[in-house]
């Protein structure tokens, strides 16, 4: 059963910065296409980050300039930075692998507060 693991999150100030990483296992990594997402409380989740097997990235116009999402195929991982973190980051964040079918992650929450 193929098994993503996010961490990483946290409680932090607006202005900073954390980085979560999504670590794969049962699958072949390198083949698929891997996304960051987010649910707020009261909202539908949204695409925040994406990244290809061929290492293309795309990210929400909320996000430009602020996050970067990387992909270590050695390690099975994904890892999402953001900085420059706004209040309005506040929500739950999910690690997805897409190749044919889709894969979620538990979630981990990133709560922007002062």
């Known amino acids: 059963q193929v098994q993503l693991v996010e961490s990483g999150g946290g409680l932090v100030q607006p202005g900073g910065s954390l980085r979560l990483s999504c670590a794969a296992s049962?699958?072949?990594?390198?083949?698929?296409?891997m996304g960051w997402y987010r649910q707020a409380p009261g909202k539908q989740r949204e695409l925040v980050a994406y990244i290809s097997s061929g290492g293309n990235t795309n990210y929400a116009d909320s996000v430009k300039g602020r996050f970067t999402i990387s992909r270590d195929n050695a390690k099975n991982t994904v890892y999402l930075q953001m900085d420059s973190l706004k209040p309005e980051d506040t929500a739950v964040y999910y690690c997805?692998?897409?190749?044919?079918?889709?894969?979620w992650g538990q979630g981990t929450q990133v709560t922007v507060s002062s």
């Open positions: 997805n692998a897409n190749y044919l079918t889709n894969v």
């Open positions: 049962r699958i072949t990594f390198r083949i698929y296409a």
